[in-house]
């Protein structure tokens, strides 16, 4: 059964600070693994899809690497902004699509002005 | 359409009562998924559809919960007799197939009073 686990729980970091979200999971059998954000009671934003053969991926100030063996993705920001302020959470696909999605409990993040 | 559309965006109901939450997937999309998340609590699973193979419960908490998708599109989750521990955000995604991208619509909260 896969486990999912985001550290850290929560963060606060300056404005302009570049920062390290990390997401590690229990099976490494993945298809690919998705990033999103969540702003408060709204629904989930896809940020980015890494796939498993890939081993990063980049939109704009993100970036998202994948080390499928070691069952680890981090989510780099780079120059943050207040706007970046959200929830962030990670869900690694089964391989074997039939397979639901378990999401991580996501990082926090809180940017200062 | 263009996005999950998911209806209605809040609701509130009294304990007791039964409720119908609808979701409205991407045109084409195979694969849908129900979560519920709780205040403050990560994305909990209840039910996966994937095209015509036979739906994946495991998630659902109670047999009060039951979902169906007709025409391989629109979703309903129904619960019954609410209880106020039902209380959350139901959250709906859909992907174009298993392992694929995920889109969520803005969730419906559910408030059992």
């Known amino acids: 059964k896969q486990e999912v686990t985001q550290i850290p729980a929560a963060l606060s970091v300056p404005e302009g600070e570049n920062l390290v979200l990390n997401c590690s999971f229990t099976?490494?059998?993945?298809?690919?693994l998705q990033w999103f954000r969540q702003d408060p009671g709204k629904g989930l934003t896809s940020l980015l899809l890494?796939?498993?053969?890939?081993r990063e991926q980049t939109s704009g100030r993100l970036n998202a690497s994948l080390d499928k063996s070691s069952g680890r993705s981090t989510l780099y920001i780079a120059a943050s902004q207040p706007g970046d302020s959200a929830t962030y959470l990670c869900?690694?696909?089964?391989?074997?699509?039939?397979?639901?999605?378990?999401f991580g409990k996501g990082t926090r993040l809180h940017i200062l002005p | 359409g263009a996005g999950v559309s998911q209806s209605p965006s809040n609701k509130v109901t009294e304990k007791g009562k039964d409720v119908e939450l609808r979701c409205d997937p991407i045109?084409?999309?195979?694969?849908l998924y129900w979560y519920r998340q709780s205040l403050g609590q990560g994305l909990e699973f209840l039910i996966y559809?994937?095209?015509?193979?036979?739906?994946?419960k495991s998630g659902l908490p109670s047999d009060r919960f039951s979902a169906e998708r007709t025409g391989g599109s629109v979703s309903t989750l129904t619960i019954q007799r609410t209880q106020q521990e039902d209380s959350a955000v139901y959250l709906c995604?859909?992907?174009?197939?298993?392992?694929?991208?995920?889109?969520f619509g803005s969730g419906t909260r559910l408030t059992v009073v």
């Open positions: 995604a859909s992907s174009l197939s298993g392992g694929y991208g995920y889109t």
């Open positions: 099976d490494s059998a993945i298809y690919n």
């Open positions: 890494i796939q498993s053969s890939q």
């Open positions: 869900a690694p696909v089964p391989l074997n699509r039939d397979d639901k999605i378990i």
């Open positions: 045109s084409g999309h195979t694969a």
């Open positions: 559809f994937q095209g015509n193979s036979a739906p994946d």
